[in-house]
């Protein structure tokens, strides 16, 4: 191969690799795990008017896409408090009261 043909690869290959960088960091897995985050917020507020129990357990797995402060704040609209977190087997339990 000559000079010119190397270098020439050399950029394509370059550029092809940002691409695929951008690609990945940027791609469609962040936009689907929002949809999720949204629907299982929506989710667990709709619960929480129901809610009459003294002790009001979260179970983690249900709402793994949202952040536990999100949580905690829908949860103290609500007259809920945060008192701790025990984990139950492989699984984080909240405790709200």
């Known amino acids: 191969m000559t000079d010119e043909a190397l ?4 950029i394509v290959l370059i ?9 990945l960091a940027l791609g469609t ?3 689907s795990n929002l ?9 667990f507020e709709q619960m929480l008017p ?8 979260i179970d983690w797995m249900h ?3 949202v952040p536990k402060e999100r949580i905690v704040k ?8 945060h ?8 699984f984080l339990v909240s405790e709200l009261r």
């Not at 949809?35 to 989710?43: C, E, G, T, V």
């Not at 829908?74 to 408090?81: D, E, I, L, T, Y």
């Not at 008192?83 to 492989?90: C, N, P, Q, S």
């Open 15 to 23: 550029i092809w690799s940002v691409l695929v960088v951008l690609w």
């Open 83 to 90: 008192v701790g977190d025990e984990v139950k087997g492989r």
């Open 50 to 57: 129901s809610a009459t129990d003294q002790v009001l357990r």
């Open 74 to 81: 829908a949860a103290n609209k609500h007259g809920w408090h």
């Open 29 to 31: 897995g962040n936009t």
């Open 7 to 10: 270098n020439t690869a050399s």
């Open 35 to 43: 949809r999720s985050r949204a629907k299982q917020l929506k989710a």
């Open 63 to 65: 709402y793994k896409a």
